[in-house]
């Protein structure tokens, strides 16, 4: 009997440690957040979303856009940092100088052959870039290389923007080096 109403008592200890366990584990996937930056490109079809837009999002804190200039018709590169409020300028390198060249700038610490570099530091909410086959956008990160310019129509406007995103909202949402890099959907 003894036993009977002992064993009666670890089976119910146990329940209501995985009702707790499962309660925390809920309010864990609803309330904790994860800063991420998320890139988003309206007017995009066929992403798991099903909505009109692409969205997809890495956990790097920084990044590098480049780019072929309109004008000079050479690469053109910009390092960024997530911060708690927005996105930090952090380096500028180009190979070719010319009109809007921020020449006044401390040079950067760290030089690229063949490119020029200066430091900048300036801090954006956000970023609104529009890219094009012609320009070769492209956002690198933790060794991926995210062809953009591949993945959307021409002149399409990527924001480009620290996010915080739950467990769930993670799960709804795809890595950026997740995408194809062909441009299928």
């Not at 064993?7 to 309660?23: M, R």
């Not at 052959?113 to 954006?124: A, D, L």
């Not at 970023?127 to 993945?151: C, F, M, P």
Request: aromatic share 14%; proline share 4%; glycine share 6%.
């Amino acid at each position: 009997m003894m036993r009977k109403q002992l064993n009666k008592q670890v089976w119910w200890f146990a329940g209501v440690a995985s009702i707790a366990a499962l309660v925390l584990f809920i309010l864990w996937a609803i309330f904790s957040r994860q800063t991420v930056i998320e890139i988003r490109v309206a007017g995009v079809a066929g992403n798991n979303n099903n909505s009109a837009s692409l969205v997809c999002y890495f956990v790097e804190p920084n990044f590098q856009l480049r780019w072929i200039h309109s004008v000079e018709k050479q690469w053109w590169e910009e390092q960024y940092l997530r911060e708690e409020e927005g996105l930090l300028l952090t380096t500028t390198y180009f190979q070719a100088f010319g009109a809007g060249t921020p020449s006044t700038e401390n040079v950067a610490p760290i030089q690229k052959e063949g490119y020029v570099g200066y430091q900048i530091n300036q801090r954006f909410p956000h970023l609104n870039w529009v890219v094009s086959r012609l320009t070769k956008g492209e956002i690198d990160y933790a060794g991926q290389r995210i062809l953009i310019h591949q993945l959307v129509p021409d002149y399409s406007e990527v924001t480009i923007m620290p996010k915080a995103y739950s467990p769930i909202d993670r799960f709804n949402k795809d890595f950026c080096h997740e995408l194809p890099s062909d441009g299928s959907q």
